[in-house]
């Protein structure tokens, strides 16, 4: 049973490309977060905010594209990414900067 996940893409002020993602990402979805992201060609911020629960299928999909990525992630996800050693990685602003980040 694949779990729910949405993705919408957008631009920020600076043209830089964004992707929201909401929902589960786990082992049941990571391919499609991995096709979303490779779509996406250079750097992307990627807004984890409305993200209840993240496994380590999503975190390798993350990791294998850490050279490309800023993400903007709640308070739930913040030890998740610290521990996993991906906050060491790439740039990871908490929900509380969302706005200034935002288109």
């Known amino acids: 049973m694949t779990t729910t996940l949405t993705l919408a893409s957008g631009r920020g002020a600076d ?4 992707l929201a993602v909401g929902g589960e990402i786990d082992m049941s979805n990571a391919d499609r977060l991995a ?3 490779d779509s996406r060609p250079g750097p992307l911020v990627v807004d984890l905010t409305e993200v209840a629960y993240l496994d380590s299928a999503g975190l390798s999909v993350l990791f294998a594209r850490a050279d490309r990525l800023e993400l ?10 610290t521990v996993s050693g ?5 740039p990871v602003h908490g929900s509380d900067t969302r ?3 935002q288109d």
């Not at 903007?72 to 990414?81: A, N």
């Open 15 to 18: 043209g830089t490309a964004r």
């Open 86 to 90: 991906l906050a060491g990685l790439v």
């Open 99 to 101: 706005n200034g980040l």
């Open 72 to 81: 903007i992630v709640p308070p739930l996800l913040e030890p998740v990414l």
């Open 35 to 37: 096709e979303a992201l």
